[in-house]
């Protein structure tokens, strides 16, 4: 597919690790779009990976994408520039919506509710938005094929019991034997049917407002 395409786009910041090397053996020629491209990063030298690519989790910074997407497809198709700018404009108004609606559920949570514990680090952009804090993650690194040390797991659970931490939560993709062990002994409970990185086929994720309500809903009622 990558072969036969004329326009790629991609989300950056190091997510699409493989990308150098497909694209190579793919071969042609394509307009290549990154759409986190002027965003700058959260960095933790701690985490395995650097840098978080999970921009996208803060629908202010997906109206950035937005503005990327339609300026690469206006390049590659300079005729198409109206229909590409009110695409775009279209979109904005419904991101800016969406955010507000954000707003307003989140504000229900105390601020002594607002802590998050996700299996690896991926919503560090939603907290910085929404006013949460992150205490940590089960595999601290920015991709999920990491593991934590013993002693990771061990100032993990020791956080979360000191905070009365009462939820961890996991994309629905996750292995969550490490996380089912964390709730086993702190009392937390798992929720495991969010979606940080992909959508579904229909309910709960069908599009990227689907999933982002979706997950804050579930989100705020495990905290509540």
Do not use: C
């Amino acid at each position: 597919m990558i072969a036969q395409s004329k326009v790629l786009v991609i989300n950056g910041a190091g997510y699409e690790h493989f990308i150098e090397s497909l694209l190579e053996n793919a071969g042609g020629g394509r307009e290549i779009i990154e759409a986190s491209m002027g965003i700058i990063p959260l960095e933790d030298a701690q985490a395995e990976g650097g840098v978080d690519p999970h921009m996208w989790l803060d629908p202010n910074l997906v109206m950035i994408y937005v503005e990327n997407i339609q300026e690469g497809l206006t390049r590659f198709d300079p005729e198409g520039e109206a229909v590409y700018r009110a695409n775009a404009d279209a979109y904005l108004t419904q991101l800016s919506e969406l955010d507000r609606w954000i707003t307003k559920q989140t504000q229900q949570l105390p601020e002594d509710r607002r802590f998050l514990v996700t299996n690896h680090e991926t919503l560090g952009y939603f907290a910085e938005r929404y006013g949460f804090e992150v205490v940590g993650s089960v595999i601290p690194s920015f991709s999920g094929n990491a593991a934590p040390s013993a002693r990771q797991m061990t100032g993990l659970v020791d956080q979360i019991e000191a905070l009365g931490v009462p939820a961890v939560f996991l994309d629905a993709a996750d292995n969550d034997h490490l996380a089912r062990q964390i709730a086993e002994e702190t009392g937390a409970r798992v929720e495991s049917d969010l979606h940080f990185e992909s959508l579904t086929e229909g309910a709960p994720a069908a599009t990227y407002i689907d999933m982002m309500k979706h997950n804050v809903m579930t989100i705020v009622d495990a905290l509540k």
